[in-house]
């Protein structure tokens, strides 16, 4: 467990993180953090951090929602510990791998967000937005991206309402459930990248999911999904 | 100016941002947030930086784009300054203002965006996302939210292959008429939360948007934003 405020992580990715630099004049942060990585100079918080996923099977990221986002000690944890040739530049292959082949293949992550707002606000037509589209930079571009296998959110909506002793129960009891079947649930079918989806400048080919654009565009099976999101006990408050 | 880096802007939102508390007991982010907002009890870095937005015509966010998102740093400015009572909670009446009702009425916000990967891969089929849509947790649920007109990100695509001498003048000319017609361009027409469009439980009229169900169902033309997105200027590189 990382419980990054008890740990005072440092959020901030700056110069810091390089006590050895490649090039003490200009900073390229992918430049660094690759020379960093490669060489094992990294400062030993970000390297402790890597291990530890590098060890588990699966990684859940508890966070509440805040500005429709991770709060920035969260952020902090991925801008600094998602090192260029572990996380991005994948083999020091640029682009080559990534979304469905990288470093975490087989290990699975799920989100566990808290949310203040009610349901109706996140709904399909709701003001905010649907939650995984607002969480899709989180799940496809910060897991799948890195092959994580991601399982749909569970959230906890409409927080500050909650009665301690009805919904917190209810809200438990659904997560126990999810966390039970982390290993049999199915995940967000994204596209894999090489998989022959994109087969070429990795735009969408026309025979997939025709006519549409935007985020949905790469989940191979968007209805399977917002099935599962209606699973009884796939979130709360649930009537 | 406010240079996140340069002033060490402190990230994380935590206890300390709170010196006298409502309740020295539990933690609500909320809760104290207000109390310190509505009672000056904020730390100064906080009450300066709003302080300046208050005292803005206009308002630029410059960042690269880490993990689809802000970098942590800017994420914690948004986390710390944006108060209940000032950014959401605005009268102290919970959600009743916001989107398109809130205390920066008259400003205008837009996001300068340093992207690494090239245009394709947010094209609107492109394997990344579109990044309006990536960007819509930013332009709508954080400046939007609080009234702040929000006008269509400038972004500068393939910053890694850029030449400096021919890439980074293009770049430096179109963000120059950007910032010049900033008084004069269309916002994005994100939709009104007491317009009318929501008419119940803030979830759209079935009369709007027919169809439609997503991020993008919450601007009212999105043909407008997306023909303003392939104006010659709009962004770069261009041919």
Known sequence: MSDLYAMRWKAVFDEDDFPERADSGRLSFVEESGNAYLNARQTSDVAVEQQKVIAADAVIFQFPLWWYSMPAVMKG?????????????????GNKYRYGEGAFK?????????????????????INGPLDELLFPITHGSLFFLDLTCFPPTPCMAVPHASPSKTCWL?????????????????????????????????????????????????????????????????????
């Open 77 to 93: 944890w991925f801008d600094r510990v998602w090192a260029y040739g572990l996380a991005y530049g994948y083999k020091n292959a």
């Open 106 to 126: 087989g290990k699975r992550a799920m989100l566990s967000v808290v949310v203040g707002g009610p349901e109706a606000d996140y709904a399909p037509r709701g």
């Open 171 to 239: 809200a438990k009891a659904a997560w126990r459930l999810r966390v039970e079947r982390l290993f049999e649930d199915a995940p967000i079918p994204f596209r894999a990248q090489n998989g022959g989806d994109y087969p070429e400048r990795h735009i969408l080919s026309s025979q997939v999911a025709v006519g549409q654009t935007g985020l949905l565009a790469h989940i191979a099976d968007i209805e399977s999904v917002r099935q599962a999101a209606h699973h009884p006990f796939r979130g709360w408050p649930f009537s």
